[in-house]
């Protein structure tokens, strides 16, 4: 049945289509409950003088979709249908699309929320979400009022939600760029979502992990990665440490994290994977061939961050670059754009310690590649952004004032020249000698060498949980 009292508002907004950015084309209402598990109620008003379909994206999601009902009329449509989110969770049991942990489950907007098609362009969905005592809706959604917002995504490409008896914390972070000198303070938030199955003492552990990790990373980029960000931690069975990670940025930037149901801080700190997905946070989706480029990146200034932060050596960083770099030599004679699986990764990275001494060397020791990709980040092009690689390579060179980057791209990406690392590591003064890793301050590009793991500033340390 029509709610009349909501279309009628809903029309009376339509004047404002001359407002598109403040007017949402559909808004969602939604009631959690848990009475025999996890059951979404959901209600869904579109304007459109079109007609539309309200369909899952998720092909497994359907035999859990219940009464559905959709009507049109008045230029407004309505579907209406209850959502056995659960069952879809336990029965899929997949971190990259849906969790089920006791009374909680991690999940992409696109496993409970039907898509409307039948518009040209992407529409604007605002969600409010109504739960049950003690029941919890988490999302790396921007707020806009008292509604969850996706714009400029489809349901079917947006991120994590969280939903259930959750352990929940909102991390105060500083607000990307908000640590440069002279800027204004400004707060963001990381929203960590720990699903059930983990202990009192262990969820604590990872609180504390999670904060001081966007610690870390805002000492990096000078502010946080991202304005809002979800980040949903799964306990993950027969799995000893930190697991996989992923990221989806769509609509709102979200991280999803498993860990071992024996959550050991020492480990925690010992590892990469979170370090990794949360620079993913800060950096648009790399179209057409780009994975190398994200990728290299996360993969390049993960150990940075770490070492500046305190946790890792310098001497650690370049044995872990000359140990593993060579996985990516072969990306380079084949061209970037056609990396496959580690080289992605590993000649990513390469990439980017070139860029990095490009950079410092083209402004004299001013910039490196941290001031690109954190001013990338400041000019607009965020997580929830899609970009190419030369239109990030341009928006790294605005950002230090070089052309390093974009003539790094035109060199190994579209000439796909290659590469001699064993002449690189001479240049810069590296060398594993009887298993230490020896740095030669005489050789040609020290100078740079020397700025590349501490920065060009004083690193701040982030204590670990042991030392304070």
Known sequence: MFRRTLIAALLATSPALAQPVSVPDCTVEGVLSDGEGLKLEVTQHCRASQPLSFQPTEDRAAQYVSDLKVEQRDGVAEAHYRFDLSGFAGAVDSTSVAVLRGNSVLATLASWLLEPRGYDRVPIIDIRMTTGPGLIFATGLPKVGDAWRLSGTPVRFAGYTALGRLAYRELVVPAPGSLRPGQPKADAVLRVAILDGISAGGRAD???????????????????????????????????????????????????????????????????????????????????????????????????????????????????????????????????????????????????????????????????????????????????????????????????????????????????????????????????????????????????????????????????????
């Not at 966007?214 to 980029?221: D, F, L, S, T």
């Open 206 to 468: 990872l609180f504390d992990w999670a904060e001081r990790t966007a610690e870390a990373e805002a000492n990096y980029w000078q502010g946080f990665t991202a304005k809002q960000a979800l980040l949903g931690i799964v306990r993950v069975a027969n799995k000893r440490g930190v697991g996989y990670g992923r990221t989806v940025s769509g609509g709102g930037v979200t991280v999803m994290i498993e860990v071992g149901v024996d959550v050991d801080r020492r480990r925690l700190f010992n590892d990469w994977v979170l370090t990794h997905e949360l620079i993913h946070t800060g950096m648009p989706y790399i179209r057409g061939r780009g994975t190398w480029l994200m990728e290299g990146a996360a993969t390049y200034v993960e150990p940075i961050i770490r070492a500046r932060a305190g946790w890792k050596s310098e001497e650690e960083v370049w044995r872990e670059w000359i140990d593993n770099m060579p996985q990516g030599v072969e990306a380079f004679s084949r061209g970037l754009a056609n990396a496959s699986g580690r080289q992605n990764y590993w000649g990513g990275a390469t990439f980017m310690l070139l860029a990095d001494i490009a950079i410092r060397r083209a402004s004299n020791g001013a910039k490196g590649l941290d001031d690109c990709l954190g001013g990338v980040l400041w000019s607009g092009l965020d997580g929830g952004q899609r970009a190419g690689v030369a239109d990030y390579a341009a928006a790294c060179d605005r950002a230090t004032g070089t052309a390093a980057m974009s003539t790094l791209v035109d060199r190994h990406f579209i000439k796909a020249e290659p590469i001699d690392l064993a002449a690189l590591w001479k240049e810069l003064g590296v060398s594993a000698v009887a298993g230490r890793i020896v740095l030669d301050d005489s050789a040609p590009a020290a100078q740079w060498r020397k700025m590349i793991v501490p920065g060009s500033h004083p690193p701040k340390r982030v204590k670990l949980p042991w030392e304070s």
